[in-house]
């Protein structure tokens, strides 16, 4: 049951750049819509576990910026998939460890694993793989580098999140975070030229309450009874629940380059992960 619950959970994750597609709105707007039903949820969640806590002074700012960086990432995520299809927003996504690799060493002032830069090395392979044309006029191109910076957010919010950890349970951050990325939205939401109709409107809620909300939730929940090591390497099929439900659902094949690259950063991601968990593991670092 755990691991159903937890491979339900990454199945939804990758549902949302699915439901992006068959949206009818801009990025942007998605994005707001998302944060709000995800929020929303989450609140009634959290009232409902008696989870909801008071933030200490000193870590509002924190969440705060994270809010804003979870804003940025998930509108930057969804217009690449918008501009290019599931595939491409998906895998690129998935290289997020790639700046965590250097990032991570100088914010919390750790060592660079040699091990770490290697997988780095073969993530940015798989990238390199993907671009057919390395030229700004190919929309594909340009699809593959807003996906980088968003998942160079990403990687940033991780590095936040990790510092909050400590303090708050997941489902908290992540309710104040969503509702931060909501209200910096807000002001450029309101500025668009959209028509919104009941269609993409439900399509929106299901996006937020069940493919952020709820996969969030039972991800977290699952974490209790499923070891850290299988949490990361199921999570890390995101990318693969992605592009096949997209063959499914959009008719979205990917070209050979795509699957190769996609392969490629896949494989360095679960290698990576299962190392990096087996250490922590032996130090008794894992939290559960």
Known sequence: MPLLKINIAVLLFGLAGILAKFIDLPALAITFGRVFFSSLTLLLYSRAVHLLVTLKRKDFM??????????????????????????????????????????????????????????SLVILLGVLVMVEDFNLANGTTIAILIGLVSAFLYSVLSLVNRTLVAAYSGVTISLYQHAVAMVVLFPYVVRLDFTLDWKSLGLV??????????GHALYVNSLK??????????????????????????GEIPTLRQVAGGAVIIMAVV??????????KSTGKIIE
């Open 62 to 119: 924190l969440l705060a910026f994270g809010g804003t960086l979870l804003a940025c990432h998930w509108w930057l995520f969804l217009e690449s998939i918008k501009m290019s299809n599931v595939a491409i927003g998906t895998i690129t996504f998935a290289a997020f460890p790639l700046f965590l690799t250097f990032l991570e060493p100088l914010v919390f002032h750790e060592k660079i694993s040699r091990e770490n830069v290697a997988v």
């Open 205 to 214: 809620a299901i996006l937020g309450v069940v493919s952020t909300a709820i």
């Open 225 to 250: 009874q499923v070891a850290v090591q299988v949490a990361g390497i199921i999570s890390s099929l995101e990318s693969v629940y992605g592009i096949v439900l997209a063959v499914i659902l959009l």
């Open 271 to 280: 290698i990576s992960r299962m190392k990096k968990d087996g250490r922590e």
